[in-house]
């Protein structure tokens, strides 16, 4: 493992054109076009670590910038000098003295630390030979929590308490283990119903999925309520009223118009509300929470979310009924792991957001490592399924019955199809160069 020395960063801007049939489309965001910046770690060995974040187009540009001024904090250390304090590698990225400044912690300087330090728990994962929830879940508890950076975050979860949590989650790993290897974790999609859908496609692709074995059904809402209110009754009747129906607004409302918004909605008894209002505003959603909480709606975000510090006060504030981490927004798996601690310590369920580009591949393998080693439990809990993009990998996501199989490759699942890549590079690609010609 110390052979392995890191002796070039690669980052390249991947784009693909999905806003041409309205994949992804929601209230705020209507034509985007699923990309990342994806990097490459070569070491001094044969083995590489291959890590991305997500983004939906224009500015991916401006992350593969951010990406290369963060690459000489990376340069020339080996991976047993970054694993030996991974929490001050973490650091190190996420608090330079000079690059801090345009965070911290927060925006495109932490996309790219996500992009960068999904690569290296890859090429971690690589060299145990061990797919990245594996390496986890196998993984001493005190050494797992020396990944963590708790500056900021303890007085809601101290290093001594996030111990006791994993050390009390050991009764029955082997077994929940056993079960996911077996069953597979549940999964809800969001495949059916993006708002760019016409009624016979949101028809046919719920037939479809129910068809499938789809249980747990999402849908976008916020530019229309008479059109909210239609489409929601539609799916409502189509899915029957015991499989469960979730609605996201992708931080359309403010904060009344989104109690008001919702309560109209109730009558389709959504699970949750997910995104009602700006990211940011965490007594906001707050507000939202208490209102919705008689109609026995719960409120869901996280996936703009930027670091722990936010995910901390949602807790505290009890803001948020399920949390939404995201593998790519906030600081890779070293800050999810304390996201996924204090949810447990808070006893909010996680509930992963996923979709994008490469976004199932590596965060199934984070709600695994909650299920197996952290939460014990499947209760209310479920990560978000889109049916985007998978081939594009060397190692895609496997659905089977509306579970994720847990992956067998050792690595973060982050590995992309060179001819994927370099046919979607922008602007340069056979893909983008095809499309302006039109």
């Given at each position: 493992?110390?052979?392995?020395?890191?002796?070039?960063?690669?980052?390249?801007?991947?784009?693909?054109?999905?806003?041409?049939?309205?994949?992804?489309?929601?209230?705020m965001h209507t034509d985007p076009d699923y990309s990342v910046a994806?990097?490459?770690?070569?070491?001094?060995?044969?083995?590489?670590?291959?890590?991305?974040?997500?983004?939906?187009?224009?500015?991916?540009?401006?992350?593969?910038?951010?990406?290369?001024?963060?690459?000489?904090?990376?340069?020339?250390?080996?991976?047993?000098?970054?694993?030996?304090?991974?929490?001050?590698?973490?650091?190190?990225?996420?608090?330079?003295?000079?690059?801090?400044?345009?965070?911290?912690?927060?925006?495109?300087?932490?996309l790219a630390t996500a992009a960068i330090?999904?690569?290296?728990?890859?090429?971690?994962?690589?060299?145990?030979?061990?797919?990245?929830?594996?390496?986890?879940?196998?993984?001493?508890?005190?050494?797992?929590?020396?990944?963590?950076?708790?500056?900021?975050?303890?007085?809601?979860?101290?290093?001594?308490?996030?111990?006791?949590?994993?050390?009390?989650?050991?009764?029955?790993?082997?077994?929940?283990?056993?079960?996911?290897?077996?069953?597979?974790?549940?999964?809800?999609?969001?495949?059916?119903?993006?708002?760019?859908?016409?009624?016979?496609?949101?028809?046919?692709?719920?037939?479809?999925?129910?068809?499938?074995?789809?249980?747990?059904?999402?849908?976008?809402?916020?530019?229309?309520?008479?059109?909210?209110?239609?489409?929601?009754?539609?799916?409502?009747?189509?899915?029957?009223?015991?499989?469960?129906?979730?609605?996201?607004?992708?931080?359309?409302?403010?904060?009344?118009?989104?109690?008001?918004?919702?309560?109209?909605?109730?009558?389709?008894?959504?699970?949750?509300?997910?995104?009602?209002?700006?990211?940011?505003?965490?007594?906001?959603?707050?507000?939202?929470?208490?209102?919705?909480?008689?109609?026995?709606?719960?409120?869901?975000?996280?996936?703009?979310?930027?670091?722990?510090?936010?995910?901390?006060?949602?807790?505290?504030?009890?803001?948020?009924?399920?949390?939404?981490?995201?593998?790519?927004?906030?600081?890779?798996?070293?800050?999810?792991?304390?996201?996924?601690?204090?949810?447990?310590?808070?006893?909010?369920?996680?509930?992963?957001?996923?979709?994008?580009?490469?976004?199932?591949?590596?965060?199934?393998?984070?709600?695994?490592?909650?299920?197996?080693?952290?939460?014990?439990?499947?209760?209310?809990?479920?990560?978000?399924?889109?049916?985007?993009?998978?081939?594009?990998?060397?190692?895609?996501?496997?659905?089977?019955?509306?579970?994720?199989?847990?992956?067998?490759?050792?690595?973060?699942?982050?590995?992309?199809?060179?001819?994927?890549?370099?046919?979607?590079?922008?602007?340069?690609?056979?893909?983008?160069?095809?499309?302006?010609?039109?």
């Amino acid at each position: 493992m110390s052979g392995s020395k890191i002796i070039n960063v690669r980052v390249r801007d991947v784009r693909f054109p999905t806003s041409l049939e309205q994949h992804g489309s929601d209230a705020m965001h209507t034509d985007p076009d699923y990309s990342v910046a994806y990097v490459v770690l070569d070491t001094d060995t044969e083995l590489k670590g291959y890590g991305l974040t997500f983004t939906v187009g224009r500015g991916t540009e401006i992350v593969v910038c951010a990406v290369k001024a963060l690459s000489t904090l990376v340069l020339g250390k080996t991976l047993e000098e970054i694993t030996g304090d991974f929490r001050g590698f973490y650091r190190l990225l996420s608090s330079d003295g000079q690059m801090r400044w345009i965070g911290p912690e927060k925006g495109v300087i932490q996309l790219a630390t996500a992009a960068i330090l999904n690569a290296v728990w890859d090429l971690w994962a690589r060299v145990e030979g061990k797919p990245l929830w594996k390496l986890l879940a196998d993984m001493d508890p005190v050494k797992l929590i020396s990944c963590i950076d708790f500056r900021y975050i303890t007085d809601a979860l101290t290093e001594q308490q996030a111990l006791d949590i994993l050390l009390k989650a050991k009764t029955g790993k082997k077994t929940r283990e056993e079960q996911m290897l077996r069953e597979g974790y549940p999964a809800y999609t969001t495949s059916c119903a993006w708002l760019g859908y016409t009624d016979q496609q949101l028809t046919q692709l719920c037939s479809e999925a129910l068809a499938q074995g789809w249980t747990k059904f999402k849908v976008k809402v916020g530019a229309d309520m008479q059109d909210d209110i239609r489409r929601c009754r539609l799916i409502r009747k189509l899915i029957g009223p015991d499989n469960t129906l979730m609605i996201d607004a992708n931080q359309r409302w403010d904060v009344n118009e989104a109690v008001n918004w919702v309560t109209k909605l109730a009558e389709f008894h959504p699970l949750w509300i997910e995104e009602p209002t700006c990211p940011d505003d965490i007594l906001g959603h707050a507000s939202i929470s208490k209102a919705l909480a008689p109609f026995g709606i719960g409120v869901a975000s996280g996936e703009q979310c930027h670091n722990r510090v936010m995910f901390k006060q949602f807790l505290q504030a009890s803001a948020l009924q399920f949390v939404q981490i995201d593998s790519c927004r906030v600081g890779s798996v070293n800050e999810n792991l304390a996201i996924i601690l204090m949810a447990a310590k808070f006893n909010v369920p996680v509930c992963p957001h996923a979709g994008g580009v490469g976004l199932c591949e590596l965060v199934q393998h984070l709600i695994l490592f909650d299920y197996i080693s952290v939460s014990a439990s499947l209760s209310n809990r479920m990560c978000e399924y889109v049916d985007h993009l998978h081939e594009h990998f060397k190692s895609p996501t496997i659905i089977r019955n509306a579970h994720y199989i847990p992956p067998v490759d050792p690595g973060f699942s982050c590995e992309m199809l060179e001819e994927s890549v370099q046919k979607h590079q922008y602007p340069d690609g056979e893909v983008w160069r095809d499309i302006e010609k039109q």
